[in-house]
């Protein structure tokens, strides 16, 4: 039998349903009128791709719907608003870097290859631009940014970061909640954004997705947390927690994370969501629950407000609630915050149902596919380059495009999209002529210029067959140039699917040796979506191009690129490893070895990376001169006030990414050896200079000490600037903090 309601109203017009009124007293009026079955249905999330989803909306007053789009969420809002408080549903979709899982949505470079633009404001505007394609698609809760900072590389899910620093992942994060929030979470055009995976995710046993996580609340406030702290700050409006356990406890059971951390220390008061059945997972997975009463309990006690897909949370939640096993002032605190969100959003007044007609008319516009195209030019990072690149014009006649990832148009895209197994109810891929592959990018840039030929070369799951890799070597023999496309697909990234290695898969290494021995120039375009162990390709090719997964005009900037039409700008986010075991080979090193070299590695092979991060390389060259401070003294509270000359020294214009490190010479509790604290992004015309300036505050000279706490010990400091992280790419300037 249903509880009836705690307060009911003879008002012909409820107050909760009156916009002009404070948003707090219409969530308090909407829930005094709730019973304990509507309560607890707000809290629970269902996939819509549930073949009896309208019965479970009506029967458990469902709060959220994940997992459709378009028409599909206007059968569901409409049972919703029918109920007898009118309540709307709010509906959430994994729109990652794009309107993923809508057809022929704008999709742009991964996140992993956006961040290696270094672009706040392109980031910013990718999303805006997401925000808007999902206007009319009856979705207003996008799950993303991810702040997630990866520290083993054969984690699946690398792509979805912004890579290996806590500085940039929260600023290219909070990038992101501004695009998709926009100004007010009230206009039609914004979404809800929310930041995941809290916390810690990234870096699990063995890279393995969503296992142990064997970090101390140091490492936590050291690595994991700023990057959250920094969405917060920008007014994400919600959190996901994470699928691991850290020290034994799940991310969603973690009641010092949730509320300790997030609620009291960061200020947030917005909606915290579980990731897929984390509940279910506490039972049946951790088993850590011996049972979904026991796990929802904790859950909703640790901070959760909205469990997503575990139904059987909703009858043993409403079971505990009547029981006394769960406070009603949990519940009642999780479910203001839900409605809050939706009152913010303006669902009472316009549930935004799907409007398939105005919707076409917005979904993959012309000035959306140019901000992708702009965001595939930025994001490429020019690794190695002998001279072939750009192409001369007088020399390159004919053209041998070879490897599995050049005319696929699916593994561009990477995860995270139609096509690639979370599909929302929809199976298919985008419209293949959505994409311009690499192939499809040279074809056009040198139509009626050059000879453009293809050959696949070789699998990716296989060992390939050997007339592949001859077909490929006869096309190379007769090119002026040979375009290696490499890397990785579907198969070895993602969601569950950590890998063992970090080697090219399938015989491409073989494809690679057997085009080199032609004696054509190889230029190999690096498309997968994490680094790869491939010291070889660093080692022997002519010209390596760094794309990740660089979305649909990824083809068409990579054309332009090799052919000289755009000035490659990007730099890495992610270090490059020499060898699987090498890991971590994050920039941020910690002193204390007692060697620095590998004894089973070739000779001159140390700690460090093949290619670090901050690194990229130009078709001109800057330098970096006359660095200086303001002062060599700062007081307590003060910033570190430094400039640095810039040049092009080159021939052509460019944009260099002018970076500033910390060294802290002597700390309490070890610290890495240099942190990034600030990054300026400048254009310069050939022969042209810039001052670039960057003020530290003093906040940002801080370390996490052995208590946790975020401290700045006076003493000797060093700043390094210059155009990497590498030692050899920087200038220092030493100075010390006064007592």
Same mark, same amino acid.
């Given at each position: 039998m249903k509880t009836t309601p705690s307060k009911r109203s003879t008002d012909s017009t409820p107050l909760y349903k009156n916009a002009r009124r404070p948003i707090p007293e219409r969530v308090d009026d909407l829930l005094g009128r709730m019973t304990v079955e509507e309560k607890i249905g707000q809290m629970t999330q269902a996939a819509g791709t549930d073949k009896d989803i309208l019965r479970l909306v009506a029967d458990f007053h469902l709060g959220s719907v994940l997992s459709i789009v378009g028409r599909n969420t206007a059968d569901v809002q409409n049972v919703a608003l029918r109920s007898r408080l009118g309540i709307p549903v709010l509906f959430g979709i994994d729109a990652i870097h794009g309107h993923s899982m809508h057809y022929g949505a704008t999709m742009f470079p991964s996140a992993l290859a956006m961040a290696c633009s270094w672009n706040e404001d392109l980031i910013e505007q990718t999303a805006r631009v997401t925000a808007l394609e999902m206007q009319y698609t009856g979705v207003h809760w996008t799950f993303s940014p991810v702040f997630c900072l990866p520290r083993d590389l054969r984690w699946g899910r690398v792509n979805e970061t912004f890579g290996e620093d806590p500085l940039l992942i929260g600023r290219f994060g909070a990038a992101m909640v501004r695009g998709y929030q926009g100004k007010d979470l009230s206009d039609p055009g914004s979404v809800a954004a929310c930041a995941k995976h809290y916390a810690g995710y990234g870096d699990t046993l063995g890279g393995r997705d969503a296992s142990e996580a064997e970090h101390s609340r140091r490492k936590m406030r050291t690595w994991f947390l700023p990057p959250f702290e920094a969405a917060v700050r920008a007014g994400v409006a919600t959190f996901m927690t994470g699928y691991e356990c850290i020290d034994g406890v799940p991310c969603t059971a973690n009641r010092w994370l949730l509320t300790d951390v997030l609620r009291s220390e960061m200020g947030f008061d917005g909606v915290v969501v579980t990731d897929w059945d984390n509940i279910g997972r506490m039972v049946r997975q951790k088993r850590v629950s011996p049972d979904i009463t026991d796990a929802s309990i904790r859950a909703i006690h640790a901070g959760n407000d909205l469990m997503m897909q575990t139904m059987e949370f909703h009858a043993?939640?409403? /079971?505990?609630?009547?029981?006394?096993?769960?406070?009603?002032?949990?519940?009642?605190? +999780?479910? *203001?915050?839900?409605?809050?969100?939706?009152?913010?959003?303006?669902?009472?007044?316009?549930? *935004?149902?799907?409007?398939?007609?105005?919707?076409?008319?917005?979904?993959?516009?012309? &000035? @959306?596919? &140019? $901000?992708?195209? @702009?965001?595939?030019?930025?994001? /490429?990072?020019?690794?190695?380059?002998?001279? !072939?690149?750009?192409?001369?014009?007088?020399?390159?006649?004919?053209?041998?495009?070879?490897?599995?990832?050049?005319?696929?148009?699916? &593994?561009?895209?990477?995860?995270?999209s139609l096509g690639a197994g979370q599909g929302q109810g929809i199976m298919q891929k985008h419209p293949r002529a959505c994409t311009v592959t690499v192939l499809d990018g040279l074809e056009r840039r040198y139509a009626g210029i050059a000879t453009v030929e293809y050959a696949e070369g070789c699998s990716m799951t296989g060992d390939g067959a050997p007339h592949k890799i001859a077909g490929a070597v006869r096309l190379a023999e007769k090119a002026d140039v040979a375009v290696l496309v490499l890397g990785d697909q579907l198969a070895f990234a993602g969601e569950c699917k950590s890998t063992a290695t970090l080697d090219l898969p399938g015989a491409q290494k073989a494809l690679f040796e057997a085009v080199l021995a032609t004696g054509t120039p190889v230029v190999v375009v690096f498309l997968a979506s994490k680094p790869l162990a491939i010291p070889y390709v660093e080692k022997a090719a002519d010209a390596i191009l760094c794309v990740f997964n660089p979305g649909m005009e990824g083809g068409i900037a990579i054309a332009e690129i090799l052919a000289g039409d755009f000035n490659p700008c990007g730099k890495l986010t992610m270090s490059f490893p020499y060898h699987v075991g090498q890991q971590p080979v994050a920039y941020q090193e910690l002193p204390g070895a007692h060697h620095d070299a590998y004894p089973d590695l070739p000779a001159g092979v140390r700690f460090e990376a093949v290619f670090s991060f901050g690194f990229g390389l130009s078709y001109t060259t800057f330098a970096c001169r006359r660095p200086r401070l303001a002062s060599?003294?700062?007081?307590?509270?003060?910033?570190?006030? +430094?400039?640095?000359?810039?040049?092009?020294?080159?021939?052509? +214009?460019?944009? &260099?990414?002018?970076?500033?490190?910390? @060294?802290?010479v002597c700390t309490s509790a070890t610290w890495p050896l240099k942190v990034l604290?600030?990054?300026?992004?400048?254009?310069?015309?050939?022969?042209?200079?810039? $001052? !670039?300036?960057?003020?530290?505050?003093?906040?940002?000279?801080?370390?996490?000490?052995?208590?946790?706490?975020? +401290?700045?010990?006076?003493?000797?400091?060093v700043l390094l600037v210059g155009a990497s992280s590498r030692d050899r790419d920087l200038h220092r300037m030493p100075f010390t903090i006064t007592p």
């Open positions: 043993c939640a409403v /079971a505990a609630v009547k029981a006394g096993r769960i406070p009603m002032p949990e519940v009642d605190q +999780a479910v *203001r915050r839900i409605l809050t969100l939706k009152f913010k959003l303006g669902l009472f007044e316009d549930p *935004r149902l799907a409007d398939d007609a105005k919707s076409a008319k917005r979904v993959g516009r012309r &000035e @959306h596919r &140019e $901000t992708a195209l @702009h965001a595939a030019r930025e994001s /490429a990072v020019l690794l190695k380059n002998r001279g !072939v690149l750009p192409l001369n014009p007088e020399r390159t006649k004919r053209i041998a495009v070879i490897g599995p990832n050049a005319d696929n148009d699916l &593994e561009q895209l990477g995860d995270w060599a003294t700062i007081g307590q509270g003060q910033p570190v006030v +430094a400039e640095v000359d810039v040049w092009n020294t080159g021939e052509r +214009a460019g944009r &260099e990414v002018v970076q500033c490190y910390l @060294h802290d604290v600030d990054f300026k992004r400048v254009e310069l015309k050939p022969g042209k200079s810039e $001052t !670039v300036r960057f003020e530290i505050p003093y906040e940002a000279l801080a370390i996490v000490d052995a208590d946790g706490n975020r +401290a700045v010990e006076p003493g000797d400091f």
